[in-house]
């Protein structure tokens, strides 16, 4: 049985991976500071330690007889992160770079890491491919290109070295449902989370920035199922075990888009309410439309929608009143 070092894995979608790396008949140690994260998401069958990438203690313990790392702890706040951007290069930037060093000491060369859409900035295509040119629009994307490039820096290392390493990045798009009731998005930041709390005080759900060039004027986003993530971890782990080949990154999208609008609607009917939104400010870092091609994580990572947007959000509707 192989066990893997799960970073962040008591957030939203860590404590996902968890479940489904534990599901997968794997053993699973958590590293999470639990500075967003939250120790009733881990789950009970994993060993959590309370402790951060950037602590060298830490990841020597964690790292301990370890088959493989899926590397998702970070400062994850694409909008905030323009308001913070030394914060986030060193949670991130430096925060990877301690992971990796630290995984060459212990001889751990299996790392998945959770990158970000955020890398593709606003892009003047129909779909983004992995083949793409990142143009980040905000230092959180920005991080997410350093880590990616650290990665292929490693790869090249291992190559002359003559050592083994493998490294893949996972380009999230925008997560959203639960897959367990006991596991909800709690960020500040995002669309569900925040719509549900202005909910619960009784107040109307804002939309922010409704004069983009998209038809509804609102931002379209690519909405993929937390499960389908954590899924896609699972299979990436599976093939770096057996020996196969994989890409340098993939995209975890659908290759539809929703606008912000449509996804707060399907919020609203499954909460069952008839709130009217209001109009915010746009957000620094926001790109107007995002919306990804999964061809070749459907091919090596088995990656498919297993929902509609409905029933992803009213999975995570039903977390939430849980």
């Known amino acids: 049985m192989t066990r893997w070092l799960v970073t962040g894995g008591a957030g939203y979608i860590g404590a996902h991976v968890a479940a489904a790396l534990l599901e997968s008949g794997r053993e699973v140690t958590v590293l999470d500071d639990l500075s967003s994260g939250h120790r009733e998401f881990v789950p009970s069958r994993a060993r959590l330690h309370t402790g951060s990438i950037l602590d060298r203690e830490a990841l020597a313990t964690t790292l301990h007889d370890v088959d493989g790392v899926v590397h998702l702890a970070g400062y994850k706040y694409a909008g905030?992160?323009?308001?913070?951007?030394?914060?986030?290069?060193?949670?991130?930037?430096?925060?990877?770079?301690?992971?990796?060093?630290?995984?060459?000491?212990?001889?751990?060369?299996?790392?998945?890491?959770?990158?970000?859409?955020?890398?593709?900035g606003t892009p003047d295509v129909e779909r983004v491919t992995e083949a793409t040119p990142p143009a980040p629009e905000s230092p959180y994307g920005e991080t997410k290109v350093a880590g990616e490039l650290l990665l292929a820096d490693e790869r090249a290392r291992a190559a002359l070295d003559g050592t083994a390493f493998l490294g893949v990045a996972l380009r999230y798009f925008n997560v959203i449902g639960s897959g367990d009731p006991s596991i909800r998005d709690?960020?500040?930041?995002?669309?569900?989370?925040?719509?549900?709390?202005?909910?619960?005080?009784?107040?109307?759900?804002q939309i922010n920035g409704d004069d983009y060039a998209t038809p509804d004027g609102t931002c379209v986003r690519d909405w993929v199922?937390?499960?389908?993530?954590?899924?896609?971890?699972?299979a990436a782990a599976d093939r770096m075990e057996r020996g196969m080949q994989l890409?340098?990154?993939?995209?975890?999208?659908?290759?539809?888009?929703a606008s912000v609008r449509e996804v707060l609607g399907a919020i609203l009917r499954a909460a069952g309410s008839d709130a009217e939104p209001k109009r915010a400010p746009r957000r620094p870092g926001d790109p107007a439309r995002i919306v990804a091609d999964g061809t070749l994580a459907a091919r090596d990572l088995d990656w498919q929608m297993r929902r509609s947007i409905d029933a992803m959000v009213a999975s995570a509707v039903a977390a939430e009143r849980r």
């Open 80 to 120: 905030a992160s323009v308001t913070r951007p030394l914060h986030t290069w060193r949670q991130n930037v430096t925060g990877t770079i301690e992971l990796l060093d630290a995984m060459r000491q212990q001889g751990v060369a299996r790392i998945v890491f959770s990158s970000s859409a955020g890398v593709y």
């Open 186 to 205: 709690t960020s500040p930041h995002n669309l569900v989370p925040k719509v549900l709390a202005a909910l619960a005080r009784g107040e109307a759900p």
């Open 225 to 234: 199922h937390v499960g389908d993530v954590a899924l896609a971890h699972v």
């Open 247 to 257: 890409e340098s990154v993939y995209n975890l999208g659908s290759g539809d888009g």
